[in-house]
């Protein structure tokens, strides 16, 4: 089956110790972005990743790491946590041929987190 | 300052009317427009898209409406069925190559559709 992967689903933790969300996807898709979702702000994008090695800021990276070391996986690496970063957190995909192909993407079931 | 905006957080609809829910932008080079839809728990799925060279795209019971003059887009549902009840989020993208693949969303619409 089709489909973006994301790991943890929940996960609560303390302000400061590093944690990793982990995003797989099985469609060979070139793109992959990370995004949170909080309310009353909508979506808005991390990072993205046009291609293996390939990383380029969204609206909001500060305090967020990531890393495309290969095709199909695109970690989310918070280094030091903060509350701000409490959030619900969605990875993306999608091939990267052409721009209608880049921009209607694949998302994963979403990341609770939750930063104490 | 955000670039795309969905003014309504909420709209309420009767089953079998219709459905229109509005998005604004401010950034005069996007030139590429999309609409996804979001249930609860779950991540956004694609919905319908439309380039700025064109002012009408149509699938199914969806339809956007671009006009560029004013900066607007709309997203029309006919008719509109209790399923179609989710959060549905503006999106849009300008083609400069630096920023292919900067997607900017909305704040989203909660439509739900009742009996």
């Known amino acids: 089956e089709a489909q973006v992967t994301q790991n943890p689903r929940y996960l609560i933790t303390v302000t400061g110790k590093k944690l990793t969300v982990t995003c797989s996807q099985n469609m060979n898709h070139e793109y992959m972005s990370w995004y949170r979702q909080d309310p009353g702000l909508g979506l808005r994008q991390i990072y993205y990743s046009m291609n293996v090695e390939v990383t380029d800021k969204g609206d909001v990276p500060e305090g967020y790491k990531v890393s495309r070391k290969e095709k199909r996986n695109f970690p989310l690496i918070l280094e030091s946590p903060s509350p701000n970063q409490t959030s619900l957190y969605f990875c993306a995909s999608t091939y990267g041929t052409g721009r209608r192909a880049i921009l209607e993407q694949f998302f994963g079931p979403g990341t609770r987190l939750t930063v104490l | 300052d955000q670039q795309v905006k969905q003014n309504s957080p909420s709209l309420s609809v009767q089953e079998g009317r219709i459905s229109i829910l509005n998005c604004d932008y401010t950034?005069?080079?996007?030139?590429?427009f999309l609409w996804y839809k979001k249930y609860p728990a779950e991540g956004p799925t694609f919905l319908i898209s439309i380039s700025s060279i064109k002012d009408k795209n149509e699938d199914g019971r969806f339809t956007v409406f671009l006009n560029k003059s004013a900066k607007h887009l709309s997203l029309h549902i006919v008719p509109s069925q209790p399923g179609d009840s989710a959060v549905y989020f503006c999106a849009a993208s300008e083609a400069r190559g630096s920023t292919l693949g900067r997607l900017y969303f909305g704040r989203g619409t909660q439509l739900t559709v009742w009996p």
């Open positions: 950034n005069s080079m996007f030139d590429y």
